[in-house]
Each structure stands twice: as structure tokens, then as C-alpha cells.
């Protein structure tokens, strides 16, 4: 006998969606770690977080993850990786063409697809369409516990809608070349002495070497990977190869899982 599937309806649309968005809303308006930005470096943090138990929230202000992956060179579907950063995307699935001695090219769509793919399997939760507005500091002594976060849409409209924050014992900007986070702490938080010059011009290999060198914890609480490394540290720019982001979305994690898990705080 067929199994009579019952239309559905409308409603019962409605009320699913608003209720299980709320209730990740919910459960992570406070959380172990806020990762803002959602390319290589983010998703790259965001595994390794959350695969140490740590609870993860990854918000980006686009409504598609991947950054700077997608737009490959030139828009041209492919990018570059070298050692020792293949071994990420090879724990993760991801196929690697070799195109020199330890350098390798692969897709842009199956990079940003395993990488995501992977965050989302260790637990992380990617929230798209959101925007870091703000953060949440204290004093004395001066650290950040958390994000003030709006959605993209209400931010480009340019409509007065008050933001909502999120605690958490740690933030890392992700956000790329425009360092997001680091501009608004520069801003708002002057006791921090945050200057964000931006990056310089192309030097690939010393590029990659400054990326990882420099990732690393900015203020308590805020931690930097990625090509904001570059902006707040005024180092070069690579380009489409991709190795010093992952590597530099994983040292952070390492970072703040020690941080983390050694003290129980921040």
C-alpha cells in the first residue's frame, strides 16, 4: 500500500523555520568562541575548534561561505596551495593536483565545499547573512567577551535597528583584507591602541611566511587569522595561494584552544 504524504502547509512552513532559528539563536547567544568571516581561514579555524570540543559559532555577512576562495585568480576556478598546507584539505577530502615540487592546484568549488563541509561535521554552526556591528569589552582588566551582531540586510539598508550581542570567550577576525573586527575595536575601543594601516603590495613567499608568523592573539579575547593578519600588521599581500590562510586558521585555533582549555577563561 503507497504512503499517502500529506501536503504541507504554509504555516506549518512559517512556524518551523522561525522556531528552529530561534532556537540556534538560543543556544548560541553565548558560546565558547565567535569566528567572524567565513573563507579559508575562518572555516579552517572553525574545524579545528570546534573538532576539540569547543563550542563554535561562525558568522559571515554574505549569504554563501568561501571568502576570497571562490573568486579563485582572476576568476578562474582554480587556486594555489603548497606544503605543508596540503595536509589540511587532504585530512578533509579535498583533491590536490600537483603542479610542482610541493606545489599543488585544486578546485575552488571543492575547497570552500570540504571546508565547510568539515566545520559543519565537527560541530561548528554557520549563521550567513550577519554582520559583526560591534563587541562586547570590560575593563580592569581590558578584554573582549563577545560580539554585537545585526543582519547584512538591515546593515545595507541603512535603517537604525539595534544590533543584539552574543558573549563569548573569545572573538577571531577572519574577515579578510578589510579586517572588520579590528576596525571596529580601532574605533570604539581606543584603550585597545589598535591601528589597522591595511596590507601592502604583492610578495607572495614572504606573504605566506607573515601570515602564520603574525596570527595570533591582538587584545584578550580577540585573536586575528587570515589575511586581516596582513591589514593589521601592514605585510603583503600573496594573491591566490592559499596555504599561509589555512595554515594561520589553524594555529589560531591552537591558540585558543590552549587558551581556552589551560585556564578555563580568557
Given amino acids: 500500500m503507497k504512503e499517502e504524504i500529506k501536503p504541507v502547509d504554509e504555516t506549518f512552513i512559517t512556524r518551523a523555520i522561525i522556531k528552529k ?15 567572524v568571516g567565513a573563507g579559508p581561514a575562518g572555516l579552517t579555524a572553525s574545524i579545528y575548534l570546534a573538532k576539540s570540543g569547543l563550542k563554535t559559532l561562525v558568522l559571515e555577512r554574505r549569504l554563501s561561505f568561501g571568502g576570497g576562495i571562490g ?4 576568476s578562474l ?16 577530502g579535498c583533491r590536490l593536483e600537483p ?22 561535521d565537527a560541530g561548528a ?10 563587541l562586547i569589552f570590560r575593563s580592569s582588566p581590558l578584554k573582549i567577551v563577545g560580539a554585537v551582531v545585526q543582519w547584512t540586510s538591515v546593515s545595507m539598508s541603512g535603517l537604525h535597528v539595534d544590533p543584539l550581542p552574543i558573549k563569548s570567550k573569545a572573538v577571531i577576525d577572519c574577515t579578510g583584507h578589510d579586517a572588520e573586527v579590528l576596525a571596529v575595536a580601532s574605533r570604539k575601543i581606543p584603550e585597545l591602541n589598535i591601528m589597522v594601516p591595511g596590507e601592502k603590495s604583492m610578495w607572495v613567499d614572504l606573504a605566506e611566511k607573515l601570515i602564520v608568523e603574525n596570527t595570533g592573539e591582538v587584545c584578550p579575547g580577540l ?11 601592514q605585510t603583503p599581500r600573496m594573491g591566490p595561494i592559499f596555504g599561509g ?8 585555533a591552537e591558540l585558543v584552544i590552549e587558551k581556552i582549555k589551560s585556564r578555563g577563561n580568557l
Fill in 245 to 252: 590562510m589555512l595554515l594561520s586558521g589553524k594555529k589560531v
Fill in 71 to 74: 573568486g579563485g585568480g582572476m
Fill in 21 to 35: 532559528a530561534a532556537d540556534d539563536w538560543i543556544e548560541f547567544s553565548e558560546c565558547d568562541v565567535i569566528v
Fill in 223 to 233: 585573536y586575528v587569522a587570515g589575511m586581516a593578519v596582513a591589514s593589521l600588521h
Fill in 99 to 120: 603542479v610542482g615540487d610541493n606545489v599543488y592546484v585544486t578546485d575552488t568549488a571543492a575547497m570552500m565545499a570540504k571546508l565547510a563541509a568539515g566545520a559543519i
Fill in 77 to 92: 576556478h582554480k587556486l594555489v596551495i603548497e606544503r605543508p598546507a596540503d595536509d589540511i584539505l587532504k585530512e578533509f
Fill in 125 to 134: 554552526k554557520i549563521i550567513l547573512g550577519v554582520v559583526v556591528d560591534d
